[in-house]
């Protein structure tokens, strides 16, 4: 039988607690999550017929503030799932130092079968049925896989409604007239850039110099891939879920997203002012893309992308993980044996959940920050977490995933043990 997905994930707290020393207390609390909540949404169909979806929350831990993490809808959704990406919602939020803990949520369904009106009955059905479970101060929902600002919207008035009060900080990510933070649509493709552009210096790398391959083309993957051509970078490959494109001399990724965006795939187009010209260019699977021959591989879609499988087949020298858990653990010994330099997920697409946290504040607040602000102080934590993670695994000659996680694991175990065990309150109500 395969390993479960949370399983996986969970192995990697296992091998970075060599690297740290935290209690036992606070290593056993680690290994569960908090809470979990599944729910059966009903929701009208437009042709009149009632149909079930099933929805779940995760909160994984709460020890350093409330919880955080996205909402996915997409078809695999499953409560392995979404309670593996609260586990790497919890290591994320400690790693960047955000007052937050580690929650997520998803409903399972195929999204692009849905209509508007249909995924807003969904949307608002979702949140009346975890209502109790969140709250500003309580668990805090974002996009993720499918979902968007419009849809963050629908949830933030919905959640409003119930509470009878405008509480636009029990989600981010929404549409900026309803309290939405400049920047935070393009914070995860920003922040992973900031990483790879203050790391590949280190390993002297170029931008001019450097090939690139990115699977994925959403939000995140469309926006690193578009940054990273703009700073010189030669981006040759990119991919959607229905497969990729590969052009040798790089691909214009402008053009590319502006046609994504009225046409929903993608190819490989160049446009120069209002003409556009498809330009030639090598149609690759997904599978293809992870194999090309370049410096820099992205994965910015989903988790179990490379697996012990295909990874022999990984021919980059770096990979950079957009997505949240693209790289199984068996994969990972395999790309370390090849030389393979991995840097993890819970710091190179950590800046999504960085401008969440800044929209928190600024919804709190009442006082809204312009886009410079947002994007220097975006810079300014993805530069200094990633200069740790690398001192730290160079200091201690141990992999970027384990450095990562030791630091987050260092921090989560300081708030545990901070909190204390709690036993003597647990003991005097049973007495
Ligand atoms: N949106 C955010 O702020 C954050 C997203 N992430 C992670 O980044 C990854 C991508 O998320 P988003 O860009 O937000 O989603 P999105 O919904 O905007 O885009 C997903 C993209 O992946 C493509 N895709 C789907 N299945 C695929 C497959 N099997 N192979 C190749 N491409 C496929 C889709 O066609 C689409 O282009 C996910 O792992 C997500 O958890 C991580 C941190 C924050
Ligand atoms: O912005 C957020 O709160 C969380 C984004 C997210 O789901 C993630 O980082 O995986």
Redesign the pocket.
Same mark, same amino acid.
């Given at each position: 039988m395969s390993k479960s997905l949370f399983t996986d994930a969970s192995s990697r707290l296992e091998r970075a607690l060599k690297y740290v020393s935290i209690s036992d207390d606070a290593i056993e609390r680690l290994k569960y999550p908090k809470a979990s909540l599944s729910v059966s949404i009903p929701v009208r169909m437009d042709n009149g017929t009632l149909r079930i979806f099933q929805g779940y929350r995760v909160r994984y831990d709460d020890t350093r503030g409330p919880g955080k993490g !996205?909402v996915?809808y997409h078809p695999n959704v499953s409560i392995d799932e979404v309670q593996s *990406?609260a586990f790497w919602m919890t290591f994320k939020c400690a790693l960047l130092d955000l007052p937050f803990g580690g929650a997520k949520g998803g409903i399972t369904l195929n999204p692009k079968e849905l209509s508007k009106a249909e995924l807003e009955r969904l949307s608002r059905g979702y949140i009346e049925g975890i209502a109790d479970f969140i709250g500003p101060d309580i668990d805090i929902l974002?996009?993720? /896989?499918?979902t968007n600002e419009m849809i963050m919207g629908w949830m933030m008035d919905q959640y409003s409604i119930i509470q009878r009060k405008i509480s636009p900080a029990v989600v981010t !990510?929404k549409p900026l007239t309803m309290g939405g933070s400049r920047g935070r649509d393009t914070?995860?493709g920003t922040g992973a850039f900031h990483v790879i552009n203050s790391l590949l210096p280190k390993l002297d790398k170029k931008p001019a110099n450097t090939t690139v391959a990115v699977?994925?083309? !959403? @939000?995140?993957?469309a926006v690193v891939a578009d940054l990273l051509a703009k700073a010189g970078y030669q981006v040759v490959a990119v $991919?959607? $879920?229905q497969g990729g494109i590969y052009r040798e001399k790089g691909l214009d990724i402008a053009s590319i997203r502006e046609y994504k965006q009225e046409h929903r795939g993608i190819t490989a187009i160049y446009c120069e002012g209002t003409v556009c010209n498809i330009v030639e260019h090598e149609a690759i699977s @997904?599978e293809e893309l992870l194999a090309l021959d370049v410096d820099v591989l992205i994965p910015?879609? *989903?988790?179990n992308q490379i697996t012990a499988e295909n990874a022999d087949r990984v021919r980059a020298k770096y990979i950079f993980e /957009?997505? @949240?858990g693209p790289t199984t653990s068996e994969a990972d010994r395999i790309l370390d044996s090849k030389g393979i330099l991995v840097f993890p997920d819970i710091l190179v @697409?950590a800046g !999504? /959940?960085t401008v969440s946290y800044f929209e928190w504040v600024q919804n709190r607040s009442g006082l809204y920050w312009r886009l410079n602000e947002i994007n220097e102080r975006l810079k300014e934590r993805m530069v200094t977490e990633a200069e740790k993670v690398w001192s730290f695994a160079q200091e201690f000659d141990i992999s970027l995933r384990n450095a990562a996680y030791a630091q987050a694991i260092a921090r989560l175990g300081e708030a545990l043990d901070a909190k204390g065990t709690r036993d003597y309150y647990q003991n005097k109500t049973r007495a």
């Open positions: !996205g996915r *990406l974002a996009p993720d /896989v499918y !990510g914070a995860t699977q994925g083309f !959403g @939000n995140a993957g $991919s959607d $879920s @997904n910015a879609a *989903l988790e /957009v997505a @949240n @697409n !999504g /959940v």
